[in-house]
């Protein structure tokens, strides 16, 4: 009797997980018919917000329904992320997450999702490149002078970062763990107070985003010492990166933008979204007219490998908060 109900329930199984693929797979095939939400985790603004609004409005026409980009900024960008991870798995919402979703969780912030089981990526759809960047007035130009400069100063040089556990911070700390440099962090309430402070000299130097740098690059008055990516940026072409420059090998800190959707979401919907996202960013035009402008490189990648950066991301920085006891506000 008990073999007769094993294989009664074995058969159940079988069926119900026989209906469970094929009603996703005609939801798949219906999709999209109303609107999809494209959540973002910051206010309006911002790179992620205006990548957001660019994707949107490229992805409407072929798909056939309107993007609508809903801006749920709070608790370093947490309340957009649990949003997305509980919406039902269907391809209606969709989310702008960046280098936070696992910087968050690496500095042992306390969230109510998981950053890697939660969500099901989509795209790795671009970067926005950090540079190592001091005053004009400090009396370095390479990051071997800068790393010399800050062994024989008299006392911690400061640095201005937008927030505990900020990827200015963890980029930061990961060049001091690598160097022996003596630094202190001096946090700010986001990214505008930076630039302020290190024009004024109140800090002494930040690694931060190049596009909002580029100005004052210009102007004179801020020297940018080396990209803190994994490659050079085309928006300072003759500025190493600090691995080729240190040379130290391994340093990388990609401060990226990804799409991503709620877990159990079909793969033909993240498929069809991936393809649609990865030709928008991938277009000449648009990489010339709409990306390189405001800073942003341009990636276009498949799930998996967004999946793989998330992974090694969250294991880098969590190392690297551990062995900096950096601990959430």
Same mark, same amino acid.
């Given at each position: 009797?008990?073999?007769?109900?094993?294989?009664?329930?074995?058969?159940?199984?079988?069926?119900?997980?026989?209906?469970?693929?094929?009603?996703?797979?005609?939801?798949?095939?219906?999709?999209?018919?109303?609107?999809?939400?494209?959540?973002?985790?910051?206010?309006?603004?911002?790179?992620?917000?205006?990548?957001?609004?660019?994707?949107?409005?490229?992805?409407?026409?072929?798909?056939?329904?309107?993007?609508?980009?809903?801006?749920?900024?709070?608790?370093?960008?947490?309340?957009?992320?649990?949003?997305?991870?509980?919406?039902?798995?269907?391809?209606?919402?969709?989310?702008?997450?960046?280098?936070?979703?696992?910087?968050?969780?690496?500095?042992?912030?306390?969230?109510?999702?998981?950053?890697?089981?939660?969500?099901?990526?989509?795209?790795?759809?671009?970067?926005?490149?950090?540079?190592?960047?001091?005053?004009?007035?400090?009396?370095?130009?390479?990051?071997?002078?800068?790393?010399?400069?800050?062994?024989?100063?008299?006392?911690?040089?400061?640095?201005?970062?937008?927030?505990?556990?900020?990827?200015?911070?963890?980029a930061v700390e990961l060049l001091r763990s690598m160097t022996g440099i003596k630094v202190v962090h001096v946090p700010y309430k986001g990214s505008?107070?930076?630039?302020?402070?290190?024009?004024?000299?109140?800090?002494?130097? =930040? #690694? %931060?985003?190049?596009?909002? !740098?580029?100005?004052?690059?210009?102007?004179?008055? $801020?020297?940018?010492? /080396?990209? *803190?990516?994994?490659?050079?940026?085309?928006?300072?072409?003759?500025?190493? =990166? #600090? %691995?080729?420059?240190?040379? !130290?090998?391994?340093?990388?800190?990609?401060?990226? $933008?990804?799409?991503? /959707?709620? *877990?159990?979401?079909?793969?033909?919907?993240?498929?069809?979204?991936?393809?649609? #996202?990865?030709?928008i960013v991938r277009d000449p035009q648009v990489v010339k007219e709409r990306l390189t402008p405001v800073g942003l490189e341009p990636v276009g990648?498949?799930?998996?490998?967004?999946?793989?950066?998330?992974?090694?991301?969250?294991?880098?920085?969590?190392?690297?908060?551990?062995?900096?006891?950096?601990?959430?506000?």
């Open positions: 009797m008990s073999i007769v109900r094993t294989w009664v329930a074995f058969a159940l199984g079988s069926v119900l997980a026989l209906f469970a693929a094929e009603t996703a797979a005609q939801g798949a095939g219906t999709w999209p018919s109303r609107p999809i939400r494209f959540v973002v985790p910051l206010p309006p603004g911002g790179s992620p917000d205006y990548l957001s609004r660019l994707l949107a409005e490229r992805m409407q026409a072929p798909l056939g329904q309107p993007f609508v980009v809903e801006n749920k900024p709070g608790a370093a960008g947490n309340i957009a992320r649990e949003f997305v991870a509980r919406a039902p798995a269907d391809g209606y919402t969709i989310l702008m997450s960046e280098s936070a979703h696992v910087m968050t969780a690496a500095v042992g912030a306390k969230i109510p999702y998981d950053p890697i089981k939660d969500f099901e990526p989509i795209s790795l759809a671009a970067t926005i490149p950090f540079a190592l960047t001091v005053n004009a007035n400090m009396p370095v130009r390479t990051l071997k002078e800068f790393l010399d400069y800050a062994k024989a100063a008299p006392r911690a040089l400061t640095y201005g970062t937008a927030g505990v556990g900020a990827p200015h911070h963890l505008a107070g930076i630039i302020p402070a290190l024009l004024s000299g109140e800090i002494d130097f =930040t #690694i %931060a985003a190049v596009n909002s !740098l580029v100005p004052h690059f210009k102007s004179g008055k $801020l020297r940018p010492i /080396a990209v *803190a990516s994994a490659s050079r940026t085309a928006l300072l072409p003759d500025v190493p =990166t #600090i %691995a080729e420059a240190g040379p !130290l090998p391994g340093y990388a800190v990609d401060v990226w $933008l990804g799409v991503m /959707a709620p *877990a159990g979401t079909p793969r033909p919907i993240i498929d069809r979204l991936n393809g649609e #996202i990865n030709r990648s498949t799930p998996e490998r967004l999946l793989e950066v998330m992974k090694a991301e969250l294991v880098m920085y969590t190392k690297v908060a551990r062995d900096a006891g950096i601990r959430p506000e």
